[in-house]
């Protein structure tokens, strides 16, 4: 980052309960920019429903070349059911499929990391998840939701179809990211996920994976099925540093990881590729049930700035601070309604003013 320049960030809000998280990710990344002298320049943008509404199509070209010109898109939940009905490429989800493509965002990071203070949001006995901190990296840029589709025929005729194609160089550059980051890691581990007993893809995946894992002699590196890693991720989660997958695969395991930690409230995710920008934003949706009523759980936008500071701007400092205030507002007890139980809860905004009142 060139410090004589401001770091330019997109904001796009989205939808439903986007607007409102987006905010005070925008508030909490102000205030660190202040506290560790980070120059950063916001600039709005429309994409998802709100864009549909606006101009009829989920992603203008004003937006993409407001991207363009960015170097991180902070990008809040996009859809509802106010835009399920027609043609695929004029739903809201098409943004971020045109954004990822656009860019070549094809590493997608979901950390997963058990705060202490919320052990017992977790299903799981506290035993087996505490300590859980581990890396999701999912391909984002191939596989079945890039793949050609097509249906055919009428009645019990009716068939359909969906290919899963993969490269060996998309397999490699994402199999490299996912050991580079395991590289910053204590552990320096990383499972690779396939289905290489049944798919040719997955067989692919797993010839090329191991080829490239011989760059990296420094990162212990193994395989695993996927329905072994499902059945792991819930028996001992804690044996995982860094998991890279395939789209779909990842898609799945990754909302997995959520339930082990009790809340897609809590989830953060960037989308990296070679250059900028990346994109980053919270896994949880858009929730219209509760948009517009102040009570939505801000904390995973909050962690969403984190890695964009951390991954996007390079400044661990100020992302770490930010991941640490948080769990200090969860240790104090800090609560929205999603995690509150019975307890009194806080609103979306004195949630994220919990947050910087414990920045260190």
Avoid at 148 to 168: E, K, V
Avoid at 294 to 311: D, E, F, H, K, Q
């Amino acid at each position: 980052m060139n410090g004589s320049q401001p770091y330019r960030v997109a904001v796009i809000a989205g939808d439903g309960i986007g607007a409102e998280v987006t905010a005070e990710a925008v508030r909490v990344l102000s205030e660190a920019g202040r506290r560790f002298g980070i120059g950063l320049a916001f600039e709005e943008g429309l994409a998802g429903g709100a864009a549909i509404d606006a101009v009829g199509h989920p992603i203008p070209e004003d937006t993409v070349a407001l991207c363009r010109r960015s170097d991180a898109i902070l990008l809040g939940a996009c859809g509802g059911p106010k835009w399920d009905r027609g043609p695929a490429a004029l739903r809201p989800e098409q943004a971020l499929f045109v954004l990822r493509k656009t860019f070549q965002l094809y590493a997608n990071l979901r950390p997963a990391r058990m705060s202490p203070p919320l052990l017992g949001a977790s299903p799981l006995r506290r035993e087996v998840v505490d300590g859980t901190d581990f890396l999701i990296v999912r391909e984002l840029c191939g596989g079945l939701y890039y793949g050609a589709q097509s249906r055919t025929g009428a009645g019990d005729a009716r068939s359909a179809s969906d290919t899963l194609p993969y490269s060996a160089a998309e397999i490699r550059r994402v199999v490299r990211k996912a050991c580079e980051l395991a590289r910053l890691r204590p552990r320096r581990q990383v499972t690779s996920v396939d289905k290489a007993n049944v798919l040719e893809t997955s067989r692919l995946w797993r010839e090329v994976a191991t080829e490239t894992a011989r760059e990296y002699p420094d990162v212990r590196f193994a395989h695993m099925l996927v329905d072994n890693a499902a059945l792991q991720l819930v028996r001992d989660p804690t044996q995982f540093d860094v998991i890279v997958t395939e789209n779909t695969f990842g898609d799945i395991l990754s909302d997995e990881a959520a339930g082990v930690l009790g809340s897609l409230g809590l989830m953060p995710s960037a989308s990296l590729g070679d250059h900028p920008p990346g994109l980053f934003e919270p896994v949880h949706g858009t929730a219209p049930d509760i948009a517009g009523k102040g009570v939505a759980n801000p904390l995973a936008a909050i962690l969403t700035a984190a890695l964009l500071l951390r991954y996007g701007a390079g400044h661990e400092d100020a992302a770490a601070a930010i991941e640490a205030a948080a769990t200090r507002a969860l240790a104090d007890g800090c609560r929205t309604a999603d995690m509150a139980g019975t307890a009194p809860a806080l609103g979306t905004r004195a949630m994220t003013d919990a947050v910087l009142a414990r920045f260190a």
